[in-house]
């Protein structure tokens, strides 16, 4: 075993761990330029990103595999290109969600509601579930090779960001930017808290449509009514139809009588009533519908909510009071029937609203809650996109951005529950509200002391959207928050480009005066090979944990990015991961290879320098090593380019086909021949493998950073142990701060040698393409003959190469400017202006040839004589002409075979 031998496979189980201490242990993951030390240099540039924060009891899956992906791939590439690079990492305590879970916990565990422990040990009962389960997410982040600053990791319930959020209330409190008050919100009647308008989900069901009779006061005729909802009937306060609609008409401004309450409403009046749709009335519920609370606002109507906070019916309800909202449907209902005011009933399809959270359905409700008043937030967050400050990529979601941003509501910001940041409000018995930077002791307006704070939290969203710049020391002026803000780019899922980024974009302008981010970045949904969502119910959900512990986290993180582009959904299979992890494993080979080659070698003759002149177009290196550098070079160009579009999936691929094909399948290859020659030619070649290893590993690294990282430690070792040590001095201790391949300018040699090599690749593929569709066994040698016109020199110059690789007898390859004589009983190949004979009889037996062939020919016939009395037939008559047509196919099929065979034998 030489010193440096590496295993035969890589082992990805036992390195992944060990290269991430070694990485967090160097202090990697840190900024090289900190303000917080000495030595800062404020001019240095800084790439920044903030981790959107996943929910603090949240478990990985495969949305938190691509974002991390994404954005360490980011990261570290901006890193290895000299930037002062900062990844913030953190958690949301996800309002809602982390209650359920305690929730659940409590009665499952100890039979419990929070009511019944009370609002202080509730809290502090979900601040120890967070201490015991907030860091396996974290955990599994880092799994992911997340290159964070977990010195910098913060929590949006924190001392530092609960007073940023603090801060943030009170600044809009003080503009008149928040304001209280009764509106319609969507109430989640199990969560017993407000929703807001994107935490709805509308799904496409299968309702019932009932059809009634509003009867008018005092009289026997009636409106037919429609709804959906019938139990809202109880809190009507008007029917609608349009003015031009002739059938009501003459109801307008008279009276009708709401069913089972007898309360009488009006008949008003609207241009929003559809005449096509259903009877072309409405019945208007403003306290339980947008639409209708929309019109009651317009015609003064009072408001009527007729269900509580559980979703049951309240006092408005008369006789249905206490009843659940859909008990009160079948009770309302029946007894509508049995008053002779029922007209029929029909099944039909409409969108119904669902809590994101819980999948029960969302009940529209009059409720006083928070509100932002967003629209000149909004306005401010539409100019920073519009006047370019601020790019989203890809571009086609900014239409989207600026059609919600144009039509955005205020924000409801107040949530019924007890995790979170608690609303800065106190009240006095008076009424007076009092908000302040720190608590109160007394009532700002009139002194007293019998002051009780809000009972509501915000909303998770108001913290979150203050994260670029909570996280570095805001409100405060510190060192991080000077130096790294603004931000550079935010990378999320264009899923949440309302919940989070545009709110994120309001804050930042709000609050700091300036964009919290340059660039938005919007990656896809992971869906599965099929391209349906991943879902417990279809059972195809992929654990990325298990696909790490099987196949690898770099095969994992590889098949996210390249088969991912910017705002589009990906499939994902495991047969594309295995996929990659061959190529892990393809690029652990080549590297095996490299480190031998260099332990085989001897010490040069010439010095180093002289034989790394020309950068690999001049001096002694080969045609295939002067292709590889410039095919590297050419790569390094495209990548570049890559990344600057946001093509990362294209970049990987791009490296991909460098790898595995011109670096491992053509160069390797002719490698082996030239290290076996030794001296000074092995030295040669061994160098341009390492310069060539080394640049692709840097390449790669952002893609597949364990395998790389462990690979390049390996090949800094080896070539500091070897006569080309010189290579080493600029490399640092690991290739994590490695420096990235930079462009270079082309300096004239490369479109020549790589039309050359080009044409040696050709001429090889074509005779192994027929040496497979001869059958000709891979270790039998062939003899050829090549008419190589102009390329003569070249071609004689690279004989070695071209009998190597294509399997040639290089004592029997001739190569001249034409051929004299040229032989009949040779396959003649031609690519481009060179002619390539190969003489059959050396390729094969030809008695077992002629046999073979004299079967096949015989085999056709048959068939050609079967079709032929076939179609002579009835048959083709009384079939359909499609059958009849095939056949004829069939037939003209195996005569051009069977001419193409006797060919052959002659």
């Given at each position: 075993?030489?010193?440096?031998e590496?295993?035969?496979?890589y082992d990805?189980?036992?390195t992944?761990?060990r290269?991430?201490?070694m990485?967090?242990?160097g ?13 800062f240099?404020?001019n240095?540039k ?6 959107p924060?996943?929910?603090?009891t ?29 990844w ?9 969600a ?6 659940r916990?409590l ?9 019944e ?6 809290v502090?009962?979900t ?6 389960y907030?860091?396996?997410i974290?955990?599994?982040i880092?799994r992911?090779?997340?290159s ?18 603090r801060?943030?209330f ?11 008050g009764p ?6 009647p199990?969560?017993k ?18 059809y009634?009779?509003?009867m ?9 009514v429609a709804?959906?909802?019938p139990e ?6 008007a ?7 002739e059938r009501?008409?003459k109801?307008?401004g008279r ?8 309360r ?5 009046a ?9 009877t ?7 306290g339980h519908?947008p639409?209708?609370?929309a ?19 309240n ?33 039909y399809m409409?969108?119904?609203p669902?809590?994101?959270?819980g ?7 009059i ?7 967003i629209?000149?937030l909004a306005?401010?967050?539409?100019e ?8 989203i ?8 951005y600026?059609?919600w ?9 107040s949530?019924?529950l007890?995790?979170g ?16 930077r ?6 700002s307006t009139?002194?007293s002391?019998?002051?009780?704070q ?7 969203w ?9 996280t ?6 510190t060192?991080d928050y000077?130096?790294?803000y ?7 899922g ?14 930042g ?10 660039t938005?970045y ?18 195809n959900?992929i ?5 790490m512990?099987d ?6 993180r590889?098949?996210?990015l390249?088969g991912s ?10 047969s ?5 992890r ?16 260099l ?7 010439a010095p180093?320098s002289?034989?790394g002149r ?8 080969t ?10 070079q ?12 946001f093509?990362y999936?294209e970049a990987g691929?791009?490296i991909?086909?460098f790898?595995?094909?011109?670096f ?12 076996a020659e ?9 160098h341009t ?24 430690g ?5 070539v ?12 640092p ?16 040699w ?5 039309a ?9 593929r ?5 040496r497979?569709?001869?059958n ?21 110059g690279?004989?070695?190469?071209l ?10 390859l001739s190569?001249s ?10 396959a003649v190949?031609?690519?481009g ?5 190969l ?12 046999t073979?062939?004299?079967k096949?020919?015989k ?5 050609i004589e079967?079709?032929?009395k ?14 009849v047509?095939?056949?004829r196919e069939?037939?003209?099929n ?8 006797k060919?052959?034998?002659?």
């Open positions: 075993m030489t010193k440096h590496l295993p035969k496979a990805f189980k036992s992944e761990a290269i991430y201490a990485w967090e242990a202090g990697y993951f840190k900024p090289w330029n900190d303000p917080n030390k000495p030595g240099d404020p240095v800084t790439f920044v990103i903030s981790i924060p996943p929910n603090v949240g478990e990985l899956h495969l949305g938190h595999a691509m974002f991390v992906s994404v954005e360490d791939l980011m990261i570290r590439y901006h890193r290895m290109k000299g930037f002062s690079t900062l913030v990492p953190g958690s949301d305590h996800a309002g809602i982390t209650q359920l879970m305690v929730e916990d009665l499952r565990t100890e039979e419990v509601t929070r009511e422990i009370g609002r202080d040990a509730f502090e009962r601040w120890e579930w967070k201490r015991k907030g860091s396996i974290t955990e599994q880092r992911l090779g997340a964070c600053d977990w010195s910098r990791e913060r929590f949006t319930l924190d001392d530092g960001l609960s007073r940023a959020v801060e943030a009170v600044r809009l409190y003080e503009k008149g930017l928040i304001y209280r509106r319609l919100i969507n109430w989640s199990g969560l808290t407000a929703v807001s308008d994107l935490e709805v989900e509308y799904s496409e069901e299968e309702a019932m449509l009932y009634f009779k509003y008018l006061a005092g009289s026997d005729e009636f409106i037919p709804t959906i909802r809202t009937i109880l809190g009507d306060t029917v609608a139809v349009h003015p031009d609609d009501y008409k109801y307008i009276k009708v009588v709401v069913p089972m309450l007898g009488e409403i009006p008949v008003i609207d241009e929003y009533v559809s005449m096509e749709f259903g072309g009335a409405l019945k208007i519920t403003p519908d639409n209708d609370y019109i009651a606002q317009r015609h003064n109507l009072p408001i009527i909510s007729m269900l509580d906070e559980a979703a049951r019916v006092e408005n309800g008369g006789p249905y009071k206490g009843q659940d909202r859909f008990d009160a449907r079948k009770n309302l209902w029946a007894d509508m029937k049995a008053a002779g005011l029922v007209i029929k009933e029909e099944k409409t969108t119904i669902r809590s994101q959270r999948g029960e359905i969302v009940e529209p409700m409720s006083t809650q928070w509100f932002v008043k629209e000149p306005k401010a967050a539409l920073a996109v519009k006047d370019g400050r601020i790019k990529v890809p571009e086609r979601f900014e239409k989207v600026y059609n941003l144009e039509n955005i509501k205020d924000w409801c910001i949530r019924q007890w995790w940041h608690r609303i800065p409000v106190w009240y006095c018995e008076n009424g007076h509200m009092t908000t302040g720190e608590d109160p002791t007394e009532c009139c002194h002391k019998n002051i009780h809000d009972e509501d939290v915000l909303d998770t108001f913290s979150s959207g203050l994260w670029p710049f909570s570095l020391g805001w409100p405060d002026e060192p000077k130096y790294f603004p931000t550079s780019y935010m990378e999320t264009y899923d949440i480009l309302f919940f989070w980024v545009a709110r994120m974009i309001m804050s302008l709000e609050y700091t005066g300036q964009i919290p981010f340059h938005v919007l990656h896809g949904l992971v869906r599965d090979e099929h391209g349906r969502k991943m879902s417990k119910t279809y059972g959900v654990d990325p944990l298990i696909v512990d196949l690898g986290t770099d095969a994992l590889f098949t996210l390249v582009s910017p705002g589009n959904d990906m499939n994902l299979s495991l594309k991961v295995e996929s990659n061959n190529f892990a494993n393809k690029v652990w080979n080549a590297g095996r290879f490299v480190i031998n080659a332990d085989s070698l001897t010490p040069p003759s180093l002289e034989l020309g950068a690999g177009g001049e001096g002694d290196y045609l295939a090593d002067s292709w590889i550098w410039a095919r590297l050419q790569l390094i160009r495209d990548v570049e380019r890559l990344f600057q579009a093509q999936g691929r791009q991909y086909e790898f595995w094909s011109d491992a399948d053509w160069y390797v290859e002719i490698a082996k021949q030239e290290l030794g001296g000074a030619r092995a030295t040669r070649a061994a493998l390492v310069r060539v290893f080394d640049m692709a590993l840097r390449l790669l690294h952002p893609f597949t950073p364990f395998v790389t990282e462990e690979l390049w390996h090949l800094r070792r080896a500091q142990d070897s006569p080309l040590k010189e290579l080493e001095k600029a490399w201790e690991a290739l994590i701060i490695a420096r990235w391949p930079e462009p270079r300018d082309l300096e004239g490369e479109e020549s040698k790589m050359d090599f080009a044409l040696i690749q050709e001429i090889v074509s005779i192994r393409n027929l497979a569709e001869k000709v066994a891979p270790s039998k040698r062939i003899s050829a003959s090549i008419a190589a016109g102009d390329k003569m020199d070249l071609l004689q690279q004989s070695k190469i009998a190597s690789l294509a399997g040639l007898d290089l004592s029997q190569i400017a034409s051929l004299t004589e040229k032989s009949a009983d040779s190949l031609v690519v202006h060179v002619e390539i004979y003489p059959l009889a050396g390729m094969l037996d030809l008695a077992e040839e002629k073979r062939l004299e096949e020919l085999e056709a016939q048959s068939h079967r079709l032929e076939l179609l002579g037939s009835d048959f083709a008559n009384k079939a359909p002409a499609p059958v047509a095939k056949e069939k037939l003209a195996y005569k051009e075979m069977a001419e193409k065979i060919a052959q034998l002659k």
